[in-house]
């Protein structure tokens, strides 16, 4: 069934490119359907959201034991606050996949990558399997890749917005520039966005907001799951011959070449 | 929203209008916060108070007992709000430096760490020094009011104590800010001055600590004045309506800002706020020193109008789609590198 090869990362083999995030779910219960319905295979939780109690309000709880739990550190300021949460993960869950979240804007909730890149630093020396969450600049990424980041997740637009792949052009340079998996984070509103950012080659898309709110989340989450896959198949059908548009004869230099 | 849409949709008796901006916020709400709701509780710590609030339970020539609570009754009260669930914990005191000091609140912070994965004081405004240290201890967030940005009547509402500086209790969220607290909660009591200004100035006084302290998760609460019989002191009435109004406004304005709605507002009204702007609820709270442990509500600063279990809360949340979160942060270590 599999045509296309799966994601490796740190030694973890990933199938479905569709990563899931777990806020904002009006239920956990539904969440776990979610994930169990749709294979989902990586998901993010928010250390802020993880009970210290192992009880039916931990969020842990409702996450599948073969799911590959990635920690974000969200509410993080600076690169010493991420730091701080993701040993945090380390102690108190045993996560050792973080995504760095690095936000000084409580408006925007826009990731600062000079921190980040910190982050990145000392979490990767520190043997975390990292996943910086980032603005896509070509500078951070190329910094952020000589840190040991694991993979990049840019943002494809603002949090929550729903409004797809405003960053397009600047994540199309990061595939093409840096040699790690690039999964697309951040403001992907439909699954139709997220087959336009697997068609132009990224690894993997994150989505929470636009499951979370679906009337149907089962179904929503599916339906990201199968454009994922769909684009990925795109992408790698292009690698094997793409046609260029045809040009018919040569305007312009046609006329050397005439009898 | 220009100020003036601000001002005539205040005035507007426009059902349909009043519901289309309530299903717009509403929108915005979910997409920012997504369908959850947090929980907290306070813990009244003192009622000791040396300003002279008209408007206030606590006031220091009003009659109210006087009662602060020792080291192990804090802990006492913490056992039982921590058992039932809350992790959210905001401690508060009258504002009183001589009987509930700075190391007094330290004290209660380090208590508070064994139960609670995040703090906030409601507490008299301090120094940026102090909030340094009290952030260093493990506080996460602090909530202050300036109640009316009416200067006139401002003055004329604070007969005497350190409250009556208008300014320094202005710059109160800046010295937060400064100190690096994660969280500030602003607002005004409504009902002592004309709303549409002081809504006014409350949004102007948020956009500038959005501006200048962007790294801060801001929050603001309405409390409405309770106005009790015989009061003379030209109180405006806040109708349901009105308050609805000004959740749905500062959502329209601020995305991203959390709005609280206490127990001081009755059951059915912070049960349909929910569902357009409110993002964060007390629950099952006690206002009185004491009170937890005691078992009964005597001398509370306000009557607490929404009597309902946690338990009670939970399931009317999840009835209505929203997955109740009490830990929306983990403590980790303040001290600076």
């Known amino acids: ?259 | 929203m220009t100020k003036k849409e601000i001002a005539d949709f205040l005035k507007d008796t426009d059902k349909s209008r009043l519901e289309d901006l309530a299903a717009k916020a509403g929108k915005i709400t979910a997409a920012q916060f997504g369908k959850v709701i947090s929980l907290y509780a306070p813990i009244y710590l003192s009622n000791y108070c040396e300003n002279n609030c008209v408007y206030c339970g606590f006031k220091a020539s009003g009659g109210v007992r006087r009662k602060k609570l020792t080291l192990e009754q804090i802990e006492s009260e913490m056992k039982i709000v921590s058992g039932s669930g809350i992790r959210n914990i905001l401690l508060l005191t009258g504002e009183s430096r001589k009987m509930s000091p700075v190391s007094y609140l330290k004290d209660a912070v380090n208590i508070a760490k064994k139960y609670f994965s995040s703090i906030s004081l409601e507490v008299y405004p301090l120094e940026t020094e102090e909030y340094a240290e009290l952030y260093r201890a493990g506080v996460d967030g602090v909530t202050v009011y300036q109640e009316t940005y009416d200067r006139k009547r401002y003055d004329g509402l604070h007969l005497s104590g350190k409250k009556k500086d208008y300014d320094y209790r202005y710059n109160t969220p800046e010295r937060i800010a400064l100190a690096g607290i994660r969280t500030i909660s602003m607002g005004v009591l409504a009902g002592l001055a004309d709303l549409h200004k002081d809504l006014f100035s409350l949004f102007a006084h948020l956009e500038y600590m959005e501006k200048n302290y962007p790294g801060v998760e801001y929050s603001v609460s309405f409390p409405r004045l309770i106005i009790e019989p015989g009061d003379v002191t030209d109180y405006r009435k806040i109708t349901d309506v009105d308050l609805v109004k000004c959740i749905i406004l500062t959502r329209l304005k601020f995305p991203r800002v959390g709005i609280n709605l206490s127990t001081r507002e009755q059951a059915p009204l912070r049960d349909h706020a929910l569902a357009f702007g409110v993002t964060r609820i007390s629950a099952a709270s006690n206002t009185s020193v004491g009170g937890y442990v005691d078992g009964v509500q005597d001398d509370p600063q306000f009557r607490v109008k929404d009597l309902r279990s946690l338990k009670e809360i939970e399931r009317v949340l999840r009835s209505k789609g929203f997955d109740p979160v009490y830990t929306d942060w983990r403590r980790i270590d303040n001290t600076p590198v």
Not at chain 1, 4 to 19: D, M, Q, V, W, Y
Not at chain 1, 178 to 199: F, H, K, N, Y
Not at chain 1, 231 to 243: C, E, I, S, V
Request: with cysteine; glycine share 8%; hydrophobic share 45%.
């Open chain 1, 1 to 259: 069934m599999d045509r296309h090869p799966p994601l490796e990362i740190a030694g973890k083999t990933i199938k479905n490119r569709f990563f899931l995030g777990t806020g904002k779910f009006g239920s956990k219960a539904e969440m776990m359907n979610c994930i169990k319905e749709s294979e989902i295979e990586v998901v993010t939780v928010a250390m802020r959201r993880v009970d210290a109690e192992e009880d039916s309000e931990n969020l842990l709880e409702y996450i599948p034991d073969d799911v590959i739990l990635m920690v974000n550190t969200s509410g993080a300021r600076n690169a010493e606050e991420a730091v701080r949460i993701a040993r945090l993960a380390r102690e108190a869950a045993g996560v050792e996949w973080i995504k760095i979240e690095v936000i000084n804007d409580s408006k925007y909730l826009l990731p600062d990558n000079n921190e980040t890149i910190e982050a990145v630093k000392v979490l990767a020396s520190e043997g975390f399997t990292v996943f910086p969450y980032m603005l896509p600049d070509l500078y951070a990424a190329r910094a952020m890749e000589k840190a040991g980041a694991a993979a990049i997740m840019p943002l494809g637009s603002l949090i929550g917005s729903g409004e797809g792949l405003k960053a397009k052009k600047f994540i199309e340079i990061l595939i093409r520039e840096t040699s790690l998996p690039v999964v697309v984070d951040a403001g992907i509103g439909r699954p139709s966005q997220a087959a336009e950012a697997m068609e132009m080659g990224a690894a993997a898309v994150l989505a929470n907001t636009a499951v979370a709110l679906a009337n149907d989340p089962g179904n929503a989450t599916l339906a990201f799951s199968l454009a994922v896959r769909a684009g990925r198949l795109a992408w790698l059908g292009k690698m094997a011959g793409p046609q260029k548009d045809a040009v018919a004869s040569s305007p312009l230099t046609g006329f050397l070449f005439e009898e």
